[in-house]
């Protein structure tokens, strides 16, 4: 499906809502509705549930979004957590410099892909894709013509060099993508921090910042949860929680949102074992993206050229979004850049004791962080199908189905009576929801044909309906329908939850 449908999809169906609606909106702040609630929550719950309840040694925290000034200041926030941003004159439209030569490499590297499903399609099975993409001339010019604008950009980036990427610009004959125009203004930067005012302190002293990453509220916290739980080196800390960025372009629905939600885990090792740790997340990481489905093809890494200041490793988990390969999660070596800045600047120690060789150290930290909300994404990406099936009396028609991992959906189950007027179906399919709502998120639905009734719940996901017929009132068995290969098998009343629980469980997930 393509990205339109897939934002009305997500309204029409009750997932994201543009955020205060009825005032036209507030860009880039979205809210999420009762089943984008649900969906979230199980994403969430997934995400805690593999990383913390799976691992002896990583724990979790619910730090606060307002930290102490100088947090931001040590961890280089005040200072260099800046987009580079350049407005275009005649549409008065404002854009960040590197999305823009971006958007024109990504432009080239879509030609690629195109290129590459062509001959998918006539090579048929015998196709290799690596061999295809370096040896085909077209392609090799195209990918060293990526290569060189963006080595080039990275290194203005690196360099803070704003004159640098005006000229990249202008070489490259960047029009506005509103307007058309190439009449742009220099290049300057812009801190992405928002920030408020404690009421009791005036000026600078009670400046306080929304929290654009959850790690610092990890950091501070380091020597408390290894203190109070006693954890040795290697262990992790894991926190879920809103982040805000004042993002300067944010114009691809929750893929760049103003305020949003982090998943994200700090692996604190010793100083030198940093790599080994960075390639078993790297690994650990991109299986948990597979363990739901999403095809392997859809998701690569994206090595970082251009470093940040506090890393000396860092990759991109890339998932193919309908505007192209973008960043879903970073797995980063942030050394001991940030506990070392912390110990500078609060004067405190946040050193290590190491029992084994008997030396304090600063931990060295591997992190992986993922929004929740591109997560989200993704998986609607993923998962949103208009297909073709044979309808109840055998003919072919259309429909719109989210065939999203059952254990993530946001209803497990909706309990269909065959017909609505007439009081001892309904009264059965009661009961049976009341048994099964206390196990699963479960519907009652008795509204329009059982047909229509199907299709809703096809395009909110929902892996199974269970349908209570005249003949239920005398076998005490129902129907239950499977969301995918649309088969239906007769199963006792009694037998419901268990035959449900096999295929929703997360813990299914967990163990595979
Ligand atoms: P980008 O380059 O796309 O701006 P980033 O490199 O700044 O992302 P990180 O600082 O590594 O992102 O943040 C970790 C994760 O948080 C990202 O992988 C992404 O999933 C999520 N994230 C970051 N910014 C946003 C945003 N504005 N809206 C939604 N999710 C975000």
Redesign the pocket.
Known sequence: MDFKQIISHCKEYGFIYQSSDIYDGLSAVYDYGPYGVELKNNIKQYWWKSMVQMHGNIVGIDAAIFMHPKTWKASGHVDAFNDPLVDNKDSKKRYRADQLIEGYTDKIEAKIIKDVEKARKRFGDDFDEDQFKTTNGRIIDRQSKIDSILGEMNQHLKDENMVGLKELIERLEIACPDSGSKNWTDVRQFNLMFNTQLGNIAGEEGKLYLRP?TAQGIFVNFLNVQKTTRQKIPFGIAQIGK?F?N?IV?RQF?????E?E?MEMQFFVKPGTEMEWYRHWKETRMKWHESLGTSSNHLRFHDHDNLAHYANAAL?IEYQFPFGF?????I?SRTDFDLGSHQKLSGKKLQYFDPEINESYVPYVVET???A???FLSQISENLKEESVPDSSGKESTRTVLSLNPAIAPVKCAVLPLLKNKVELTKAAHDVHDKIKLHFNTQYDEKDAVGRRYRRQDAIGTPYCVTIDFETLDDHCVTIRDRDTLKQERVKIDDVVSKIRDKVDMNGLLTS
């Not at 929750?254 to 103003?258: E, N, Q, S, T, V």
């Open positions: 990453e982040a960025r993002e944010a929750i893929f760049r949102m103003r949003f982090q991109d973008k960043e879903l999660e970073g980063h962080s993922i929004g909300d591109r997560m």
